[in-house]
């Protein structure tokens, strides 16, 4: 398969502190990828150096096959970044974060553009009010819209439903499917194991500096212990997996 | 890299849109910027004024010059602030993942403060009117004014740019203007320097606010500018380069 990420023993520290001790990992074309990790664990640090933001110590990282660091330029125009923090301009209104994002692509019919994604994002009624005023599943769907103009191959999206009420977040995830179905490639991370269950065909948990496993839900599952029996049959969620893993980690 | 350069001057428009909506959105920026040096204008004029004795009949028309520096010196230093407002933001995280002229914002924040700046010396101007400035100046000799005053703002907001990009904390990318405001008072912008003490006045007469005040105070009464034409541009342009050299280095570093 097409690889549209391609990461080999990255290395990345800050001071003393060794966040990143070795990743590697590889997102498929056109697959949804999803990074767990708990708080600190680095997801943000490895979407940075993935979005040219950061610079990596050590290790090798391709996005659509273009290097990092070599050829950030070539990345930067490939991909579209959704910070853990959302990155609207609060003092414009929806539309005119839409059109600046638009002609910062360098896309002819910048109005046009913002007027499909205002559209699809239910962000009509609003589109002329400042985001200040937004609610925040409003303004993270602004958010995602402003990482959709252009198109771009692949999107990474940190943390998107972190801070959302349930309905929003079926909301992003109903985005996040409806990109993966035509074809844009998605690098997501999050907390929320079951996010990753429901969206994710390749998942990778950080743990201490390295992805100590990575596969589909299938893999993960089988790769873990066999089925508890307790009074009923019962398979592991995600969320026991990974506490498992983390937790025989730590034994060692 | 072709891409990137073709689209400089587009993405350094779009920038100064978006900040020029800011400022417009929140008019309180140009309306602090302009009402301290009125107050000081109006001061001057009214309350101190009668005792200044400057050689001319009209004070204001005296005042004038030293009062839009210091309103340009304050304007400039909401450079520095809006720079480091912006780099909190989560906007810019955004730019920086972009395919744009990595020193599109900076221009952008450069280009608003030339024209925020040129707002607030026109209103300023037109209250000196009001209180009765007249001036015999011709449309040379107020082109030559508006580039000084545009040398002079760009020399500042250069300056005000390394402030926003170095500092720790809001406080500390506002205070840079403290002493720049403080530098007209003692020039020749409200009181000839003959009346000083004689180190004071050694000092006024060499700091580059002196040299701009009389080369704007020449051009606005119609007189022949002698050489401080020449020392007023060495000074805004001397400082202006120096300081774009240190913002483009203090830039590379954060982006
Ligand atoms: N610029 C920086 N300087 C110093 N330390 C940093 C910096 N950025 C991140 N760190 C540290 O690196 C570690 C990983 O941070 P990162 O933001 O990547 O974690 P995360 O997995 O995204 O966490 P969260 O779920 O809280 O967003 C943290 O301990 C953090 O304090
Ligand atoms: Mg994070």
Redesign the interface.
């Given at each position: 398969m097409e690889k549209s990420i391609q990461v080999k023993e990255l290395k990345k520290s800050f001071k003393q502190h060794q966040v990143l001790k070795s990743v590697t990992f590889d997102v498929g074309k056109g697959s949804i990828f999803a990074l767990l990790g708990s708080n600190g664990a680095g997801k943000t640090t490895i979407v940075k150096i993935l979005?040219?933001?950061l610079k990596p110590d050590g290790g090798n990282a391709a996005v659509n096959n273009f290097d990092v660091t070599a050829k950030s330029?070539k990345v930067?125009?490939s991909?579209?970044?959704t910070?853990q923090?959302?990155?609207?301009?609060?003092?414009?209104t929806g539309r005119?974060n839409l059109i600046?994002?638009a002609?910062?692509?360098?896309l002819k019919n910048s109005r046009q553009v913002a007027d499909d994604l205002l559209n699809r994002f239910g962000l009509v009624d609003a589109a002329d009010r400042?985001a200040s005023t937004y609610s925040g599943g409003m303004r993270r769907r602004l958010d995602i819209a402003?990482?959709l103009v252009g198109k771009p191959r692949l999107i990474f999206l940190d943390e998107p439903t972190t801070g959302l009420d349930p309905e929003a977040r079926i909301e992003v995830w109903n985005v996040v499917k409806e990109l993966a179905n035509s074809g844009t490639t998605v690098f997501l991370t999050t907390q929320y194991l079951e996010e990753a269950e429901q969206l994710a065909d390749q998942i990778a948990i950080l743990h201490e500096g390295r992805i100590i496993v990575s596969g589909t839900l299938e893999e993960l599952k089988k790769r873990f212990p066999p089925a508890k029996v307790e009074y009923i049959e019962k398979q592991p969620s995600l969320e026991e997996i990974f506490l498992a893993i983390i937790g025989k980690k730590e034994e060692k | 890299?072709e891409?990137?350069k073709n689209?400089f001057l587009?993405?350094i428009g779009?920038m100064l849109?978006?900040s020029m909506?800011?400022i417009t959105?929140?008019m309180d920026t140009i309306i602090t910027v302009t009402i301290m040096p009125i107050a000081f204008m109006l001061l001057f004029v009214y309350v101190f004024g009668g005792a200044i004795q400057t050689g001319t009949d009209d004070y204001v028309n005296y005042l004038l010059p030293g009062i839009l520096l210091i309103a340009i010196a304050t304007g400039t230093s909401y450079t520095a602030y809006r720079l480091f407002m912006d780099m909190q933001?989560?906007?810019?995280?955004?730019?920086?993942?972009?395919?744009?002229a990595r020193s599109a914002t900076l221009w952008g924040h450069v280009l608003t403060s030339l024209v925020s700046n040129a707002i607030s010396v026109a209103v300023i101007i037109l209250v000196a009117l009001v209180m009765g400035f007249r001036s015999s100046a011709g449309v040379l000799s107020w082109l030559a004014i508006a580039g000084i005053l545009a040398l002079f703002t760009l020399a500042l907001t250069w300056t005000a740019v390394i402030v926003g990009l170095s500092a720790k904390s809001v406080d500390g990318a506002s205070a840079f203007s403290y002493p720049i405001v403080f530098l007209p008072f003692i020039s020749s912008a409200f009181v000839p320097t003959e009346s000083m003490p004689p180190a004071v006045r050694a000092f006024a007469e060499n700091q580059p606010m002196t040299a701009i005040v009389d080369a704007i105070r020449a051009l606005l009464s119609g007189q022949t500018v002698g050489n401080d034409l020449w020392v007023a541009l060495a000074w805004c342009i001397g400082i202006m380069l120096v300081a774009y050299i240190f913002a483009m280095r203090a830039y590379k570093k954060r982006v």
């Open positions: 979005a040219t933001l330029e930067r125009q991909i579209s970044l910070g923090f959302a990155a609207v301009d609060e003092i414009l005119e600046m994002i002609r910062l692509r360098h400042r402003m990482s | 890299m891409t990137v689209h587009g993405d779009v849109g978006s909506r800011h959105r929140s933001r989560g906007i810019f995280e955004r730019f920086k993942s972009m395919s744009i």
